[in-house]
């Protein structure tokens, strides 16, 4: 199983970044799927999630309006479309997908300089 995040970079504030993560060894479409992040010297915290079936996101109240999820099942891939940045998002964004056991991405990073 690998979960592969590639995306990440350096945008001044304002900006937009699109994060992708691409999935292989377990069945993509029947996945549910997130995207978490980790700020320096903080906890990982969830930041938005799209179900296997239905196509329903959720996200957190701090990227709401800013940041889109979405999903390609013939690509095997998860998107977060992240606009209008601020530096409280500089953080490692990881992907996760969960099929009854749970897997990790090994992170990009995304830095908005203040």
């Known amino acids: 199983v690998q979960l592969v995040e590639s995306g990440g970079g350096l945008v001044q504030p304002g900006g937009s970044l699109r994060l992708s993560c691409t999935a292989s060894?377990?069945?993509?479409?029947?996945?549910?799927l997130s995207w978490h992040r980790r700020a320096p010297g903080k906890a990982r915290e969830f930041v938005a999630s799209v179900r296997s079936t239905g196509g329903i996101t959720n996200y957190a109240d701090s990227v709401k309006g800013r940041f889109t999820i979405s999903r390609d099942n013939a690509k095997n891939t998860v998107f977060l479309q992240m606009n209008n940045l601020k530096p409280e998002d500089t953080a490692v964004y990881y992907c996760?997908?969960?099929?009854?056991?749970?897997?990790w991405g090994q992170g990009t990073q995304v830095t908005v300089p203040s």
């Open positions: 060894g377990f069945t993509f479409s029947s996945a549910a």
């Open positions: 996760w997908a969960n099929v009854g056991v749970a897997y």
